[in-house]
């Protein structure tokens, strides 16, 4: 059963619409491939360039602390970044699609930006959240309580220590390192425009 049928029994262009917004490597494809083509198509402009060099360096450091955090389905994160915003992963992504978005100078990219965060983000994350429910319980309820899904609390802090930093979790959960090789690639082509 995929993602898309646990949550409706669309049929038709519904259903395929529905599956492709709940196909989890679909929106990781489109992601890279926007990338890749702002990096490509991309008329950088100074300023800009440096500003979204500095807000994807955080979105690559916030998905490689939160990828050596997770534990996919085996073990709920709660500390980390986890103990600041349920979703850091894509907390990283957005910071990226909006850092290559700036750096590249394209304004259409910020419209294509603004489709893959409304097509995708919605439903992974209410279905991310129900799954976690769904597996952890109560354990779940009580860390998510305070914990945002996209905005960070500060000063909701949750989250016992079970686990600390791992470089393997990141490498063998996400690949992030890999990502972040091609996330600096990318910029490296905008840079030499």
């Known amino acids: 059963m995929s993602r898309a049928d646990s ?6 262009v519904s259903k395929l619409i529905l599956k492709l917004r709940y196909h989890e490597a679909s929106r990781q494809w489109f992601a890279i491939l926007f990338v890749l083509l702002v990096s490509l198509l991309g008329q950088p402009q100074e300023m800009l360039l440096y500003v979204g060099t500095v807000i994807a360096v955080v ?17 709920l994160a709660t500390t980390g970044p986890y103990a600041y915003v349920r979703h850091p992963l894509y907390v990283g992504n957005i ?3 909006l850092a290559y978005s700036l750096a590249s100078s394209l304004w259409w990219a ?7 965060l409304w097509f995708y983000y919605p439903p992974t994350i209410a279905y991310e ?3 976690l429910h769904n ?24 989250g016992s220590v079970k686990s600390d930093w791992s470089f393997k979790k990141s490498l063998m959960q996400n690949g992030e390192p890999i990502i972040v090789a091609y996330l600096i690639w990318c910029l490296y082509m905008l840079y030499t425009k």
């Open 59 to 75: 979105g690559m450091v916030i998905r490689m602390w939160a990828a050596g955090y997770v534990m996919k389905n085996k073990e």
């Open 95 to 97: 910071l990226l699609l």
């Open 7 to 12: 949550v409706s029994d669309a049929t038709g």
């Open 135 to 158: 597996i952890f319980g109560e354990e779940w309820e009580k860390w998510s309580r305070n914990i945002h899904a996209l905005i960070p609390s500060f000063k909701n802090r949750a």
């Open 129 to 131: 959240d129900n799954k």
């Open 110 to 116: 910020f419209l294509l930006m603004a489709f893959l």
